[in-house]
C-alpha cells in the first residue's frame, strides 16, 4: 500500500501526474483554464477522500478516472448553459500543428476520446489502459477502433 498524507507524498503525486492528467482534460475539454479547473478538482477530491492505493499503478489508474469524471462534469456544465462548448471554451493554440487533430479528438464522445488519447497521447498499451480505467481489454480495444474510425469520418467531412 502506498502511504498518504504526508506533504512528500503529496508533492511526488503532483510532481509526477500533473502534466499528464493536464494533456488528458485539456484532450476532453479543448480549454486550458477548463483542464486546470479539472485537474485541480481531481487533486482537491484525492485529498478530501485521501483513498488506499495498493501501489503506484493504482494510484495512476485512480487520478486518470477522477480526472476524467471531472471533465466530464465541467463539460456537461459548458452545454447546460445552452452555449457550444467551442464557442464557450478558448482554443489552446489554434494555429498550432494537429490542432484539427486535438478538436475531432475532443468532439469525440468520453468513451472514446479518452481512450485515443490515452494511447496515442500518453503511450499506453490496450493492457494498460484497461487496467488504468477498469476496464476489460477486449472492450478498450473496441473502443479505440471505433474511436479511430470517427475520427477518420471527421476528418474526411472537413476535408470534402
Not at 501501489?55 to 447546460?80: F, N
Amino acid at each position: 500500500m502506498v502511504p498518504f498524507g504526508t506533504d512528500e507524498t503529496i508533492c511526488r503525486i503532483v510532481t509526477a501526474y500533473s502534466d499528464m492528467l493536464l494533456r488528458l482534460a485539456c484532450t476532453r475539454l479543448g480549454s486550458a483554464a477548463d483542464a486546470e479547473d479539472a485537474v485541480q478538482e481531481a487533486f482537491l477530491r484525492l485529498l478530501t477522500a485521501r483513498p488506499v492505493f495498493r501501489d503506484t499503478e493504482h494510484e495512476k489508474a485512480w487520478l486518470i478516472r477522477t480526472t476524467l469524471q471531472r471533465a466530464s462534469d465541467i463539460r456537461r456544465k459548458a452545454e447546460q448553459r445552452n452555449i457550444p462548448l467551442e464557442e464557450a471554451a478558448e482554443p489552446m493554440t489554434p494555429d498550432s500543428p494537429g490542432e484539427e487533430l486535438r478538436s475531432a479528438v475532443r468532439a469525440l464522445p468520453e468513451k472514446y476520446g479518452a481512450v485515443i488519447h490515452l494511447h496515442y497521447y500518453e503511450g499506453y498499451s490496450i493492457r494498460e489502459i484497461a487496467k488504468l480505467l477498469g476496464l476489460p481489454a477486449a472492450t478498450v480495444g473496441t473502443r479505440l477502433a471505433r474511436g479511430r474510425e470517427r475520427l477518420r469520418q471527421m476528418l474526411r467531412e472537413d476535408v470534402v
